[in-house]
């Protein structure tokens, strides 16, 4: 099960990670972003947390790893019951045997939100994920280069890997 669309403004990644974040699926999912440099993950996740209700700076993991969030007042969560979300990027990684070696099996077991960067860096690693969304820049043309806008404009397929995958996919429709 896929789905395919483009971002023409943020505004559109903004309400595509406010869809996801309305599925009572997301609560235990885990996600792999997939694009270069630049496609636009880390914005897709700032704008999914934000939807989730995380409050404060959100910053990248690219250096750390992994960023731990805990989202309040979570709609998709059970009343006063808080949402775990982890952030991973794993773009640093020279050898997926690194997330072995970073004990995050036991994250990857526990409950909550799992957000993954650059997935195949984990390899074989890495368990099932649930949705596979990538995102990559359109290609542009000599006069794209005239719209200053352009550089926002984002294709985006996304595929469902399991049955919380399909569930998730299903909040996009």
């Known amino acids: 099960m896929s789905w395919q669309g483009r971002w023409e403004t943020e505004e559109d990644t903004q309400a595509f990670a406010r869809q996801l974040a309305m599925s009572p699926a997301i609560a235990h999912a885990t996600l792999a972003l997939d694009g270069d440099l630049g496609a636009g993950k880390t914005t897709l996740v700032r704008h999914l947390l934000r939807a989730l209700g995380v409050r404060g700076r959100i910053k990248s993991p690219t250096y750390a790893v ?7 007042d979570c709609a998709v969560m059970p009343a006063g019951e ?3 979300i982890w952030h991973f990027d ?3 990684f020279s050898d997926p045997r690194e997330w072995e070696d970073a004990g995050f099996r036991e994250l990857f077991a526990s409950p909550g939100l799992k957000l993954v960067e650059w997935p195949e ?8 994920v649930d949705l596979r969304i990538h995102i990559q820049p359109d290609e542009m043309t000599p006069q794209d280069h005239i719209d200053l806008d352009q550089d926002t404009h984002r294709r985006v397929s996304v595929s469902a890997l399991t049955p919380t995958g399909r569930l998730l996919l299903e909040a996009l429709s």
């Open 66 to 72: 992994v960023e731990p969030h805990t989202a309040i």
């Open 90 to 92: 794993f773009y640093r």
């Open 121 to 128: 860096r984990a390899g074989d690693f890495l368990p099932l």
């Open 82 to 84: 808080p949402l775990q």
